[in-house]
């Protein structure tokens, strides 16, 4: 399995919604990451968890919340976004952090209303 | 901050037509990496470089780290309607350090 699966592919949400973004990956992989993208843009690199502990905190706003509740999983709370949120949400993985090829999932639009 | 440099923005070729785009860093970067990203799709790795001088091919890509560790190529020959994407180069000022990302060189091809 070499795939990084998310879900959901669509997420249209309020300001005042709760909501979670997942990710998945059976790569054995030890390095998980979480990117924003906006059209037309480069990913903009948000959190990196290695080894299930968070590495870097880009300094995200605290209405996106990570967590790694295994080495496989990834998950992004969502609460009280701004419609500027909206965007692309990718997560990927790598074999370790640092130089390693990441492995990208194919993400979440997100639109927030 | 830390930036990689990318050109051009866009690019458009007709079909069979070669493509290049390069990145510049200020600083000296640890490696360079390439990604790819359809319409409508997310990035894909391509490859990674790391020594000074470094060229590597992959078929009708040709990929090139400058001696000094500050710039780094990608050249397509003979384009195909497949190429169509933007194509970002990514480095690592240290190995420790988080990627940035250029920001991209839309290729579109005419046919």
Redesign the interface.
Same mark, same amino acid.
């Given at each position: 399995d070499t795939e990084v699966t998310q879900t959901p592919k669509h997420l249209v949400m309020g300001m005042t919604n709760k909501k979670s973004l997942k990710c998945e990956q059976h790569m054995g992989h030890r390095a998980m990451y979480w990117y924003k993208q906006k059209a037309k843009k480069p990913p903009e690199l948000m959190f990196v968890y290695s080894y299930e502990k968070l590495s870097i905190n880009e300094s995200v706003p605290s209405r996106f919340s990570p967590e790694c509740p295994n080495s496989s999983l990834l998950n992004l709370h969502l609460h009280a976004l701004q419609p500027e949120d909206s965007a692309l949400y990718l997560c990927a993985s790598s074999q370790e952090w640092g130089w390693a090829e990441q492995f990208f999932g194919p993400g979440t639009r997100l639109t927030v209303l | 901050g830390q930036q990689v440099m990318q050109i051009p923005q866009y690019q458009h070729v007709q079909e069979g037509e070669d493509f290049t785009t390069y990145c510049n860093s200020s600083t000296t970067l640890?490696?360079i990496?390439w990604?790819k990203q359809r319409p409508g799709?997310?990035? %894909?790795?391509l490859i990674?470089l %790391?020594k000074s001088g470094e060229v590597k091919k992959q078929k009708r890509l040709t990929f090139q780290f400058g001696e000094a560790k500050k710039n780094s190529s990608l050249h397509i020959t003979a384009t195909q309607t497949t190429d169509v994407g933007t194509y970002?180069c990514a480095g690592?000022m240290n190995?420790?350090d988080?990627?940035i990302?250029?920001?991209?060189t839309?290729l579109h091809i005419l046919p």
């Open positions: - | 640890s490696n990496q990604y799709g997310h990035p %894909v790795f990674q %790391v970002f690592h190995r420790d988080k990627i990302f250029g920001k991209g839309r």
